[in-house]
C-alpha cells in the first residue's frame, strides 16, 4: 500500500501563525505546507517550542491561521466561522492530548459518551472503550486509572466520533517507557487496521520512526517531509 | 507595616474578579444600608417623638365621662400617681364647607385661653390664639385646614348640638394627641381632608355642648407611666368618678395615635435587626466560596512566597485583606446608601405622621456600628480561606494540586433514576454533591430571596385582601348616618323617605364593658337588625353570620382577650343610658380583620339600654347614579345626624395612602430579592467556571459549542436554584403565615394570603435572575481563551 497515492485529506498550503503578545509579534509557524493522506500515519517531529502544537492546533479547526490556507474536503478551513470550525472539530478531528484531558467527574464510558453525543454516526461508547480494551473499567474515574488508561479512554474518545482525522499532540509526553509503547501502539494499530488518518507529534526522534511519513519542523517551519518506506515495529523501538 | 507588593497583588486579585465582587459588595451595602438607614430612622422618629410629646405634654391617660362638674378634677389631682390634670370639653361636630356636598364629621375639644404649657398642649402652626374664652373662634388642625384650604380669617359652619354656628378661623396648630389621626370606627388611614379636628374657647364649647360649668373629658399626666400603673391609677379615678358616668379608660398605651407611632418604631427595629443578618450573612458565605476557590488557584503562588520567607500571618493578613477589602466597600456603600434610605424615610413618616423635628439627624454611632458590623461579617467570610492559604506548606504548595477524585454520589444508588440520566446530568449531579458547602449556599441564598418576594407579595396582597374585605364584603351601605342619640325607628322611616334612599338598615352601636372573671375589655357592640343585609359578619368560612335574638357574637381576637368560646356567658355592661350589668351568652365567634368587634341583635342591646328599638346610625343605600345632593341638602338640615361617612370614599382614601407605599415597597423588595440572588448566583456560577474552565476547552475541542456548554453549566445553577426557589415558596408562606400572627393585634390583623399566582411570579422573578446571572456565565464561556487554557500544563 502506498498512502501516498490515497486521497489527500487535508492539505496545509504555506501556512503561518504569528501570535500577538501585547506589542511583541511571536511568530510561531511560517510558510509551511504538508498535505495529509487518507489512512496514513504522519509524525511531525520537532524540538520543544518549533511550532508543532500550533500547527496540529491549525490543522484540527481550534485556531485560525495568520495567513496561508488549510483545505479539507475542497474547504478552506481557515477562512471558517467559528460555528462552522464548532462543527468541523465535532464531525471531523478527534484529537489526542497530551494530558488526556478527561472529565475528572465523569467515569471512563461518560468521557466517551461525551463525544458521542452531538455525532449522528457514531460509534457505541463501549465499543469505542473495547478498541482501547478498557471495557472493563468502564465504570471507573479518571483518578481511579493508570496514565495509561486515561490515555487510552482519552484515544476512545477521539475515535468514538467516527472522525476523518485523529490528531495527537505528544500523546506518549507524560508516559513512562512501556505504556508509551502500548499507547503508540494502539495509534499505529488504528492506522493500519482501521485505516484511520493519524497525525501525531512528538519531540522524540526515536519515536517519528514508527510514522509511514516524517516531517522535521524546525523554527517554525516544515524543514522536510520524509517518506519511511519501512516503518519500525513499535517493539522494537528504543525510546 | 503592609507588604507594598502584595498590597499590588491584592489589588490586582481584586480587579480580576471585578464583576463577582461588585454583586458581593452590593449584598453588603444593602445589608448595611438597611441597618444604617432604619436605624437612622428609628432615632430621629423616636427623638422626634419624644421630644413632641414632652414638650407638648400628651396625655398619659384619658377619662371620659357624661358630665362632671369643674371641682372635681382637682380632686382627680390629688390621686396617687397622678401628677396633672386637665379637663376639656370634647364634642362631637359637624363641618359644612362650602365645596363640599357632604357635611364632615369632626371633634371639637376646648382650650383654655391661657394655655402655655397644658396636657395635650397645642403646636400653633399659623395664626394667632383666642381674643377671649368666649370667642366664637376657632383653631384648626393643620392638615385638615391644609387639605381644605382654609386659611386664619376664613369663616366655618360648625353644628354644636343642634345649633349652627359661624366661626373664626384664628389658628391652625398640631397636637401631639394626632399623630396619625384615624377617625373613630374609620378603618385603617387617616383621612385629613375628611374628618375635622378644631380647637374652640374653653367657655363657647361649654356654653354650645351645654355643660356649663362641667366638662366630660379629662386627661392627665403621671409619674410612672407604665401600663400596669396607668390601669391602677384609672380604676382609681373611675372609682372617684363613678357618679358622672365615666364612659371609658384610655391608658396611653391604647391611645390610637400613640400606640401606633409606637408599633411603627417597633416594626422599625425589629427590620433594622433582621434584615442585615440576611444579606450580610448570605454575603459572607459567598465570600468564604470565592476565598476559597482564590486560595486554590494562587497555590502556587502562595507556595513560592513561603519559600521566599514570608510567614504564615502575613500570607493570612494579605487574604484576610480580600475580606476586609469587601467589608470596608460595602460598608461605606452601605453608609451612603443608608444614608440615602434615612432621608427617604424620615420623608415618607413626615408624610404618615403628623409630628414636628422628623428630621434627617446625623448618627455616627449608627454609621460605625453598620461598618463595623460590615468588616466582622467579611473577615468572617474570608476567614476559612486565609487560614486554608496559611496553612499550605511551602513544599507542598509549589506542587500542583491532587487532580479532582471522581466519586459516586448519594443519587447514583437509585439506578433506575440514574441510568436515564444523560452525562450532562450525572456532571451536574456530581457536582452538586461533591460541593456540599456550595450547594447548600447557592440553594440557602436563592430560597432566602425567594422566601422575601413570596412574603412581600403575600403582605402586599393581604393589606388589599383586608381592605377589600372590610370595605367590600362586610358592609353594602353607601353612607353611615351617625346619629347623636339613640332614637326610636322613627327616624329610621324619616330617612327611608329622603330623596334617592334606596334601602336603609338601622345599626346601633354602643360601647360596653365585658368581663369574663379577669378578663375584661371595653369596646363597641353593634347592634344589627334582623335580616340585615348592609353589615354583614362573616363566619371563618366566609359566610353570613346569622345574629340570633340574644347573646353576642364577638370577633376571635375579642374572644381570646376575654378567655371565652362559644357557649359561654361573659358579663356585659353598656356605658350610656341604663348601664345595667347582664350576662349574657356567646353564640358565635366571627373573624374580622379591623379593632374588636362584637355583635348582637338591635333589639337585644336596646333592651340592655332599658330602651326599646333604637338606632344611633343608619346605614343607607342610595338608587344607583342618583343624584344625592338634595338627600345632603337634608341630613344637614336634621341636627341629630353627627356625621355622614360615604364608604367607598373611605375606601379610596385608604387605598391612595396604602397604594403608593405597597409599590414602593414591592420595588425595592424586588430589587432586594434580586441582589441577593443574582450576587450569590454569579458567584458561585463563576467559581464553579473557574475551576472547570479546563472542562470547558475540552468540551470546545470536542466540537461542543459555547451555548451547548453553557447549558451544561446552567443545569447546575438552575437545579440549585430550582430547589431553593421551591423551598423559598415554602419558607416564604411560613413566614408570611408567621407575619400575620405577629401583626395580630386589637387595631388589626391580616390574614396570610397566599395567591398560586403569586407564588408564579415569585418564581419567574427568580428564573429571572438566575438566568441574567447565566447570562454573564454564557459571556464568559463564550470569551473563554479555550485553547490557552489547554495550552497550559494542568
Ligand atoms: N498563545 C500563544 N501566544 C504567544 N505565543 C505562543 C502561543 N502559543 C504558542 N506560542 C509560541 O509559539 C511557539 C511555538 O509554540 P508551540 O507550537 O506550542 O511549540 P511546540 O508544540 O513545538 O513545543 C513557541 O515559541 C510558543 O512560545
Ligand atoms: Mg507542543
Redesign the interface.
Known sequence: MNPSENKVVVSVQSVGKIYRMGEVDVPALRDSSIDIHKGEFLVIVGPSGSGKSTLLNLIGGMDRPTSGRIIFDGKDISRASDAELTLFRRLQVGFIFQFYNLVPTLTALENVQVAVELVPDAMDPMEALSLVQLEDRADYFPSQLSGGQQQRVSIARALAGNPSLLLCDEPTGALDIETSRQVLDLLVNLSRNLGKTVVLITHNGAIARAGDRIAQIRDGTIASIVRNEHPTPVKEIRW | MVNRVLARKLARDLRHRKGALIALIAMVTVGVGIFVGMSGVYRDLDGAKENYYRSNLLADFTVDLKRAPEWTAEAVGRLPNVRAVRSRIHQSVLVDLEDRTTPLPGIALSLPNDGHSIINGLMMRSGIRFSHDEAEEVILDRQFAEANHLEPGDRIKVLLLDKQHDLLVVGTAMSPEFVYLIPPGGGLAPDPAGYAVMYLPRKFLQNSSDLNGSYNELVGLSYDTSRRALEDTLVLIKEQLEPYGVTNTTPIQDQTSASIVQDELDNLKTTARIFPVIFLGVAALVLNILMRRMTAQHRVVIGTLRALGYSSGTITRHYLGHGLIVGATGGIAGAAFGWWLQGAMVGMYRQFFAMPGIDRHFHPEVFAVGCAIAMCFALAGAFRGSRQAAKLEPAEAMRPPP?????RVLPERIPLFWNRL??QW??IF??VF?NPFRSSVSMLASAVATALLVASLSMYDSTYYMMDYHFTRLFHHDLTLSLRDPEGMGSLSEVRGMPAVSYTEPQLDVMCDMSNGPYRKRTAVTGLAPNNILYTPLDSRGNKVVVPATGVILTRKLAEILNVGVGEQIKLRPLIARREQVMAPVVGIVDTYLGLSAYCDIHYLSTLLGEYRTANSILTRVYPGAFTLPLMEQIRRRPKVIGVTERLRALQQVQETIGDFMGAFFFITVLFAGIIAFGSMLNTALVSLSERE??V?????????SG?IARIFSGESFLLNGMGIVLGVGLGIGVAHLLSLAFNTELYRYPAIIHPSRLMLSAALMVLFVGSAQLIVFRMIRGLQW?EV??V??
Open positions: 487532580p479532582e477524585q471522581g466519586a444523560s452525562f450525572k456532571m456530581r457536582a461533591r479546563r472542562e476547552g475540552t468540551f470546545r475541542v470536542l466540537g461542543y459549542s451547548q485553547l489547554l495550552k500544563k494542568e
